[in-house]
């Protein structure tokens, strides 16, 4: 749901409250049951439904309704060990449970012996009070982020025929606010709030999860084909310590920007690195990261050094508005860092050949989270148009000399630099 519609809903909410009280004190009553039935089976639910949450947008986090008062959305964390079947015994109170998977191609990195079934997220419907409980299941990726799967639709279709599933009707499944896509956070932190006459716990910061949650989808690096390109070039697999030093530095990026509220996305060769084998090429020199022009802050400079980088270089210093790039050191990594330019049909990113100016054209995208060698970075959704557009039909075979100012298929001259 976009922001518009959250405020909408909330003033539907207030014309209401009154016909909503009603169902909210039998909707609490089923809620404590559940929550009660968790404990028990030692599993935390914490409230992550954006709804009910911004109605705290105040950062107050104790509330007295609980949204529509039939549909509530909650978070818990997985781990190997967490069944399909936990909510299972609910069955016998006058619920309805039904489970989608995470899908087994997904790359979690979950202990060796994970089982191979685990819960994506749980539909838990209460027949008598038309009240439905939807339970998020968090993964832990690697080191830095969670992540939860899509409800796997075509499955759920399939499974509401051949079982008896007649309760999950389409409006609910519509109105459901994760599921549609795989989505990721870097952490949700809880706190004990109070919901209702019930003590649940939510995010910390509400605000702080309300961004988070309007922000991107979540898509995989494709492994199929980063597989074959390592088995047919016999490129090395093992990320060498100069890799290593690469990812330590995007994570120091993402430390200078994320506090800036900042984005940043792959781009130029890291992204081919991304894209073609979910990696980095380990024979090229320096990481490339794209910002757009409207994100421009002088404190992106300022933010890079405290955190450790070295400035090399400033291009296109004539105008933020043409070919601004900076060049950076952290360790022994460059870091080229773009500025991103939108014109109607296209984007554009500036480049400086001694005293030529070169512009290399982009097409336009938008960002998604991904997950690069475990560190969470942004790509653009649609990557295989922009390496396609930047590196031509070969762009899956490695070159070993590649000359950025000459090799592109997207770039052409556009003036000189004035030598001052
Ligand atoms: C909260 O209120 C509901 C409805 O009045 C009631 O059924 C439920 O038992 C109460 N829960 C607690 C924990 O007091
Ligand atoms: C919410 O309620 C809990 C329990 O009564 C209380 O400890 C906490 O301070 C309250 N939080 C806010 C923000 O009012
Ligand atoms: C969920 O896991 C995170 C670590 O990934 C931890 O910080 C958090 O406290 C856990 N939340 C609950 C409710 O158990
Ligand atoms: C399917 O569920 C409906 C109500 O939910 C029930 O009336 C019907 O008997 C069930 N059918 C089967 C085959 O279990
Ligand atoms: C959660 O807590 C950790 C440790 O205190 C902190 O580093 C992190 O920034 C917090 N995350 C959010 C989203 O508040
Ligand atoms: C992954 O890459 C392989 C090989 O290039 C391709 O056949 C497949 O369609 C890709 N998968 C997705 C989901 O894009
Ligand atoms: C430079 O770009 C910014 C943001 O795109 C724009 O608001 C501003 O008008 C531009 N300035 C000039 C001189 O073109
Ligand atoms: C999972 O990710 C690791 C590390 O990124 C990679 O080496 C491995 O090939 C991936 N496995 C699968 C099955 O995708």
């Avoid at 896509?181 to 003590?199: E, M």
């Avoid at 597989?227 to 490129?235: A, L, V």
């Avoid at 300022?302 to 933020?320: D, E, I, Q, R």
């Avoid at 690069?372 to 031509?392: N, Q, T």
Wanted: proline share 3%; net charge positive; glycine share 6%.
């Amino acid at each position: 749901m976009n922001k518009s519609n959250v405020v909408k809903t909330f003033v539907v909410i207030s014309v209401i409250s009154f016909t909503l009280h009603l169902l909210n004190h039998y909707s609490l009553g089923v809620l404590g049951l559940l929550l009660n039935f968790a404990e028990n089976k030692e599993t935390r639910l914490y409230l992550i439904d954006p709804d009910i949450i911004s109605m705290n947008i105040f950062n107050g986090r104790n509330t007295t309704t609980i949204g529509d008062g039939n549909i509530i959305t909650l978070g818990m964390n997985g781990t190997s060990q967490t069944k399909i079947t936990l909510f299972d015994h609910l069955k016998d109170k006058g619920f309805r449970v039904f489970c989608s998977e995470v899908d087994t191609t997904v790359n979690l990195t979950l202990s060796t012996h994970s089982n191979k079934h685990l819960p994506a997220h749980f539909l838990i419907y209460h027949k008598h009070t038309d009240f439905l409980i939807h339970i998020v299941v968090f993964y832990k990726r690697y080191r830095n982020f969670i992540w939860c799967d899509r409800i796997q639709i075509e499955d759920l279709i399939q499974r509401i025929k051949q079982e008896n599933l007649s309760w999950l009707k389409t409006e609910m499944l519509e109105k459901l606010h994760f599921g549609r896509v795989p989505f990721s956070f870097n952490s949700i932190n809880t706190t004990r709030g109070i919901l209702g006459n019930t003590t649940l716990l939510v995010p910390e910061n509400g605000d702080k999860f309300l961004k988070d949650y309007n922000e991107l989808e979540f898509i995989e690096c494709n492994y199929t084909r980063a597989e074959k390109y390592y088995r047919e070039y016999k490129m090395p697999r093992e990320p060498t310590d100069w890799v290593l030093k690469a990812l330590e530095m995007l994570e120091k990026t993402g430390e200078a920007l994320d506090k800036l509220g900042i984005p940043f996305t792959l781009g130029e060769g890291t992204l081919l690195g991304w894209y073609r084998q979910c990696g980095i090429i380990s024979h090229t020199s320096d990481l490339d990261i794209l910002v757009f022009r409207e994100d421009y802050s002088d404190d992106i400079f300022t933010s890079l050094k405290k955190v450790g980088f070295t400035h090399k270089n400033t291009f296109g210093k004539a105008s933020l508005n043409d070919s601004f790039e900076y060049s950076f050191r952290w360790s022994r990594v460059k870091l080229d860092l773009f500025f991103v330019y939108k014109e109607k049909d296209l984007f554009w990113i500036g480049g400086t050949d001694g005293d030529k100016k070169l512009r290399f054209t982009l097409p336009k995208f938008t960002n998604c989270w991904s997950e690069m060698l475990g560190v969470r970075v942004r790509v653009p959704c649609d990557s295989a148009a922009y390496v396609e557009k930047s590196y031509g039909k070969n762009w899956y075979k490695p070159l070993k000399r590649w000359f950025w100012a000459k090799d592109p298929s997207n770039f052409k001259v556009v003036g000189k630099w004035d030598r001052r």
